[in-house]
């Protein structure tokens, strides 16, 4: 049977593979354009995405929308998901063991969703799919072909909240992905300032 994005919905509700099942109030799925040619990864869901589901909703969340507004997206024209589904406790980085029970349903996700370009918000999504000695404070911006998708990392919009000073790299790095939508995408109609 084909995967369907109501299937792997409901097993991701209903998973309990690591035990941040029985800590979480709501499992975070993912939100957006389903068949948006970008997809945003971040790390796992926070206090605020646990309670009501949704993925970036948060401080960190305000100023992602804020972020994608500057180079003209939404977030109905983009997909944002998390390498966990589930809040880890006390918003700690996602254990190996719980990234590796999860991961499948994010690769499912990328599966159905076939964006040409990803993007990882943060350490923890970088190393997770462009290399595990990644370091983002040396690597960020930097474009890597995967899987037929291209590829970068940017700050997770938390560090950036806590670090303004990083704020000038990430508008760099911002404008490339917004040249490389322009020259890869043919169905994302960013929205112009004019």
Known sequence: MPDSW?????????????ALCQTRQNVVFGVGNPQAEIMLVGEGPGANEDEQGIPFV????QFLDDMLSIIGLDRTMVYIANIVKCRPPG????????????????????AL?????LVCLGRIAAMRFISEKFRITKEHGIWNDI?????????????????????????????S???????????????RPW
């Open 147 to 175: 899987n037929g998708m291209r590829v970068m990392a940017m700050y997770h919009p938390s560090a950036l909240l806590r670090d303004p000073g990083k704020r000038p790299e990430t508008f760099d790095d911002l404008k």
């Open 177 to 191: 992905l917004q040249r490389e939508i322009d020259r890869i995408c043919e169905h994302t109609e960013r929205k």
């Open 6 to 18: 109501e299937l792997l919905e409901r097993e991701c509700q209903n998973c309990r593979e690591c």
């Open 91 to 110: 918003n700690r980085d996602p254990l190996n063991v719980e990234q590796d029970a999860c991961i499948g349903y994010l690769y499912r996700q990328i």
């Open 58 to 61: 948060g401080r960190a969340g």
């Open 113 to 117: 969703i076939q964006p040409k370009i």
